[in-house]
């Protein structure tokens, strides 16, 4: 039989692992979007050794695991005496690991748009920051705009994996109150519930904003 009657007074807990998750989904996107901006920028330029280091950097934070990537930053960088804090360490890590991603998905964005656009604008006098700032960002944006709320979720849904460097997440928080309680089934399908809840807001307001950018672009 399922028995809920413990939920109640863990609800403050489970509270705090949400907003840690939160927190660290939103810094992590944020950075990983900053940096991918740059990266794709970098990845599309004309310099060929800015290339080839964007694209090893690429391939090896796509290549590598996350779980591998925390605890390689986290268990192994304070054996060359670089010692951070496990929060700021995974919100890098975990950015970090998402801005690859990103440079790609943005990669794409721009690589679908005609090129005769580009030359038609350098033909009325605009320089490349207003054309990429003008004409091209805002096109890429709305071409891209699914594939960066999917890569919104993946990365709520791996925030989970900062469990193994001590951080008290939803995950961590729902382990323990699991164990202490006895009641894997409930703590853990009401974790599974959040995550839902977590996703499925993000997923509506992605889809909002699509909306609103598909239907300014067609007026």
Known sequence: MLDFSTLLPALPVLWEGVQM?????ISALTLGLIIGTIMCTARLSNSTPLRILTKLYVSFFRGVPLLVQLMLSYYCLPLIGINTPALPTAIVCVGLCSSAYITEILRGGFQSLSPGQKESAIMVGLNRLQIVAFIELPQVIRLTIPALINEAIILVKASSLISVIGIVELTRVTQNLAASNFQPFEFY???????????????VLGLWVERRINSRSIV
């Open 21 to 25: 998750t939160v927190l660290l989904s």
């Open 189 to 203: 399908l009401t974790a599974a519930l959040v995550y839902f809840i977590l996703n499925s807001t993000i997923s």
